[in-house]
């Protein structure tokens, strides 16, 4: 271990010579010392490596052999000022410092940062020239600045603003689109930190929570947090001008995985969210208007089946009973009168069922009075009888589910399995069908109907505009839930509709 001690003036002694040429060596720069001739006099190890000759080429040659015939006149001039301002003694600031284009062997040229000075020995004046290769440090600045030029080309032709920040939260490259982001003229006018930002803005969640400084995103990035199309309602303090902002944000790492910055981009969506936010109430409007439609269509239907029940099927009822008295009292009647009286009493009886069907299909008794699942059992049986497909119907949680529904949410239900079976006789094929209402999970009631027929294809229907399946839709939505219309893996389509307790109990359609 080497420990500094003080020596005496009177005891230090001059180093030899070799020592001085051993320290010389050991330099990693490139030392030449130079006689006012501008010959080389004397070099180190470094110089001849970095020069590319042997030292019997070296010394004695001249320093201008190193320079390039563009360059010389420049250092010469240089060199003479030196040695004119030269008292004997060297100095820092006497030395002569610049970057300089050397030519080595093989005509091969290097860039280097030279130091010139200028030393008095015995009375002669020497130029001692240290030559630093510089020529990575150079290529690194070059690169360095080609690849600013790329970024700065790459954000200028960016539409959405663009700011990368260093870990100490000061912004080392943004694009105009960031500053006219914030509403600022130009890149002049924005600030150089996020600090500076943060006190001219107020910034708001959608849900109208305030972000506090330290929750703003490039802050979050510069703690390791990443985002994308983040959602934020911002104001400028002093303008009162509001915008919403859709961001992205990532922290920057290096090598080893340190932060050392972060990246936030920004689109102004102002536009797209007020369109989308009309959109959503002429939605809700719309919606509104089908539910108020669907509950007069239900009303009229309730309407017309009761003139039909009471009206019409009564009448009916009435003829019969008086073709059957005439039939009585004409009982010596000659047979044509007596099979046209059959026939128009098997034509009344006929009438009269289908009276009872159209009143069944227009509102049926049994949803008035019984409730849904009664009502779905009962179009399951008339639908097997009907048509012949046999139809098995399920009910899981009936009380629940009956007591769940309003009377217009359950009627649109019923609408949607009859809708479904229509749709099943039409176009299915089928041989089984299942109903099923499930009413035993904790918030919704679903209803689904499944059968083995031949499937749906979902792009027809699309491009045909079925408007039984976007009817189905609007009443299940207007009740809060979803349609699904799916095709079966082993074959057959299932439409399941999904209804929100909360909002089908006594919900409008």
């Not at 703003?216 to 934020?232: D, H, N």
């Not at 400028?236 to 961001?247: M, P, Q, V």
Request: with cysteine; aromatic share 2%.
């Amino acid at each position: 271990m080497i420990v500094p001690v003080s020596v005496p003036p009177d005891r230090r002694r001059p180093l030899p010579q070799a020592t001085v040429e051993t320290i010389l060596d050991c330099a990693p720069d490139a030392i030449l010392v130079i006689d006012e001739a501008l010959s080389i006099r004397k070099v180190n190890h470094a110089a001849i490596h970095l020069g590319g000759r042997g030292i019997d080429r070296l010394i004695g040659s001249s320093l201008l052999d190193w320079i390039p015939g563009r360059h010389r006149k420049v250092l010469v001039a240089g060199l003479a000022k030196l040695c004119d301002a030269s008292t004997g003694e060297a100095t820092p600031s006497r030395a002569l410092r610049r970057e300089l284009t050397i030519r080595v062997a093989h005509g091969r040229e290097l860039r280097v940062d030279a130091t010139i000075s200028v030393l008095r020995i015995d009375g002669e004046r020497l130029l001692v020239v240290i030559l630093r290769d510089i020529g990575e440090a150079v290529r690194a600045r070059r690169a360095l600045a080609d690849s600013q030029v790329r970024l700065d080309a790459a954000l200028a032709a960016m539409a959405d603003g663009i700011a990368i920040a260093d870990s100490a939260g000061r912004f080392i490259a943004f694009n105009e689109a960031f500053a006219h982001f914030h509403r600022f003229g130009s890149r002049h006018e924005c600030p150089p930190t996020v600090a500076d930002i943060v006190p001219m803005l107020e910034a708001r969640a959608l849900d109208g929570t305030p972000v506090n400084p330290e929750e703003w995103l490039l802050t979050r990035a510069l703690r390791g947090e990443s985002g994308v199309q983040e959602i934020l309602l911002l104001r400028r303090k002093d303008t009162g001008e509001h915008w919403y902002a859709s961001c992205h944000y990532a922290p920057v790492r290096d090598a080893d995985g340190a932060i050392v910055g972060a990246v936030v981009s920004a689109r102004d969506i102002t536009a797209t969210r007020l369109a989308q936010e009309t959109l959503e109430q002429y939605s809700r409007n719309l919606h509104a208007l089908v539910s108020q439609m669907h509950a007069v269509e239900e009303t009229e239907r309730q309407r017309i089946a009761r003139e039909l029940h009471d009206e019409l099927q009564q009448k009916l009822a009435a003829i019969s009973l008086d073709l059957a008295s005439l039939g009585g009292a004409l009982a010596e009647a000659p047979p044509a009168t007596t099979r046209l009286l059959h026939d128009l009493g098997t034509m009344v009886e006929r009438a009269i069922e289908s009276t009872r069907r159209i009143v069944r299909d227009l509102r049926p008794q049994l949803l008035d009075e019984l409730g849904l699942s009664a009502a779905l059992e009962s179009m399951g049986a008339n639908f097997e009888t009907r048509t012949g497909v046999r139809t098995e119907v399920e009910i899981l949680g009936a009380e629940i589910a009956d007591a769940a529904l309003g009377a217009l949410p359950a009627a649109a239900l019923y609408r949607v399995a009859q809708e479904a079976l229509n749709n099943v006789l039409k176009h299915a094929r089928a041989s089984f069908v299942h109903l099923m209402l499930d009413a035993t999970a904790p918030h919704q009631v679903e209803l689904s109907i499944t059968d083995d027929g031949v499937g749906i294809d979902l792009a027809g229907h699309a491009a045909q505009r079925s408007y039984g399946l976007q009817g189905m839709a609007e009443r299940v939505k207007a009740l809060g839930g979803r349609l699904v219309v799916a095709p079966q893996p082993e074959g057959g389509t299932m439409v399941q509709a999904i209804v929100p307790k909360a909002l089908a109990n006594g919900a409008g359609v």
